[in-house]
């Protein structure tokens, strides 16, 4: 883990199948909390780049793209980029494409965007 970010949180991990499962396996662990009657729900968004490290941190443009997805992910939703999604094993998940009519601030003109799951 990178840092914390309110109510969210930043990490960087080398390999991505690791970062996809850490995410699914997160998301899993979350969904038995409840805090009241009230249950927390987690959305998140992974891309793959070379962020440039200063002091504890990770700045660029990777890291502004996977903010971004997160910032679109619904309750529950991974989204991740096209450029991830090609370093996964894509067999092992559920995969669908998402579009908007906008482009997300701070990334690449040519991102697209998938939503993905593990397989029911």
Known sequence: MVKRLGDGMMAALADPSSALE???EARTRLA???V???TPRMRAGLHIGRPRRVGGDFLGVAV???ARLGERAGPD???ISRE???RLDQSSLHVRRKR???RLKGTPEDLQIYA???PT
Request: proline content about 0%; cysteine-free.
């Open 116 to 118: 993905v799951d593990r």
């Open 64 to 66: 502004n793209t996977a």
């Open 84 to 86: 991830l999604l090609a």
């Open 100 to 102: 908007w009519h906008t």
């Open 36 to 38: 009241g009657e009230w």
């Open 22 to 24: 850490a995410v699914f």
């Open 32 to 34: 038995g909390v409840a």
């Open 77 to 79: 939703e991974v989204l």
